[in-house]
């Protein structure tokens, strides 16, 4: 996010922010980035470091950590995707009355409203061609993910079976980037809908 983001997010002033920026990049919570978008002057975006995200609760992380480890040890990896698929198709038979019936647009964010219910922080962009962009920002199992990349891979099997749209991960965080990305085409709707 920019400073001003951050601004707007927490209705803190611009001075505010960047006092807030600096002392928590002192602090190793926050790294910057400059960001040169052709003319005119590059700006910083930030974004929480590996030590910040640790901060962050997730007490079920560690419950999921442990039952994920006893099952890879009784069935392998194998029965680590069973019991993730499995948890997934459930997952989308209790969210899909939550999405039925609903335009895209509205779909899109109920989606991610059901994410920020379950700790991630989430938003989403309209693009001019009637697609869409999910970005998180923050993820409660991101360490378990880096042990467990089974999880990141289903996710984008949810968000098609939820929104009805073909969905693909433009950015990931366990590559080191600063958000997870997923571009929504909804022009595919139709297709994928009708399955």
């Known amino acids: 996010m920019t400073a001003s983001e951050l601004c707007e997010a927490v209705d803190v002033t611009y001075m505010g922010v960047k006092r807030y920026l600096s002392e928590f ?34 007490g079920y992380e560690a419950v999921l950590g442990d039952v994920l480890d006893a099952v890879h040890e009784t069935s392998g990896q194998k029965g680590v995707m069973e019991l993730l698929a499995l948890r997934n198709k459930r997952l989308i038979k209790t969210l899909y009355a939550r999405f039925e019936g609903k335009e895209m647009t509205e779909k899109v964010a109920e989606l991610t409203r059901f994410f920020a219910e379950n700790g991630y922080m989430t938003q989403f962009e309209a693009l001019p061609d009637g697609n869409f962009l999910v970005y998180q920002k923050h993820c409660p199992l991101h360490n378990l993910a880096l042990q467990y990349r089974q999880l990141c891979a289903l996710e ?3 968000m098609m079976a939820l929104l009805g749209a073909r969905v693909t991960r433009q950015s990931h965080m366990l590559k080191g980037e600063p958000v997870c990305g997923y571009l929504v085409e909804s022009s595919q709707a139709a297709d994928i809908g009708s399955r």
């Open 156 to 158: 984008p099997q949810l």
């Open 25 to 58: 990049q002192t602090q190793g919570l926050v790294e910057s980035q400059i960001v040169s978008k052709g003319r005119g002057r590059p700006f910083y975006k930030y974004r929480l470091t590996e030590k910040a995200r640790a901060l962050f609760p997730s």
